[in-house]
């Protein structure tokens, strides 16, 4: 773990950036990671914000310095399209789709139907979805429709984004961890 004061690196984070919260719990463990949540870094202005779709509050902008004072050592920073490997990937309109989910649902039904999928006799018997079907997303699923919507890449191949979890983002090659951010 790379921690970094949040107040020396704020400079270096950029529009798009991923922030996985890190915490064990059911979402972690089911996805066999760390992280438990996804969202995405935007600078309006001179502010940056955190952008998210979040249990209880469906999609939302908070500032990132408020939620690092809150979560010390528990969001860790993602670099996205690290030496810039895919040219066609848009951060700009990334960003802007992310923003999009600002007031939106959060995607119980959705998380639900990827959690189905780590039972072992159902996993057994259904495959993962590869195509992608209009629903109320959760963090990860917002996250990765940004990318591959907005910004024209899929970050985690032969998956549907409403099956991607924060442990598939964490293990993408699109992104490349960075820092844990301290207060």
């Known amino acids: 773990m790379n921690t970094a004061r949040y107040s020396e690196i704020r400079p270096l984070i950029r529009d798009g950036d991923l922030l996985l919260f890190r915490r064990r719990g059911w979402i972690a463990a089911a996805g066999r990671g760390w992280h438990s949540h996804a969202a995405k870094a935007a600078w ?26 809150q979560w010390p050592g528990r969001y860790d920073l993602y670099t996205v399209n690290p030496s810039c ?7 700009a309109e990334a960003t802007r789709y992310m923003k999009l989910y600002c007031g939106c649902d959060y995607g119980y039904w959705s998380l639900a139907m990827a959690a189905l999928l780590h039972l072992p006799v159902v996993r057994r018997w259904i495959n993962p979805e590869k195509e992608d079907r209009e629903r109320p997303p959760f963090c990860s699923h917002a996250c990765a429709m940004a990318d591959r919507v907005g910004g024209g890449v899929d970050p985690v191949k032969h998956l549907a984004d409403r099956l991607t979890e924060p442990a598939d983002l964490a293990r993408s090659p699109f992104y490349r961890y960075r820092f844990t951010l301290v207060p």
């Open 44 to 69: 309006w202005g001179k502010d940056l914000f955190l952008l998210e779709v979040l249990q209880f509050a469906g999609g939302r902008a908070v500032r990132l310095s408020t939620q690092v004072r």
């Open 85 to 91: 490997r895919w040219p066609m990937y848009d951060r």
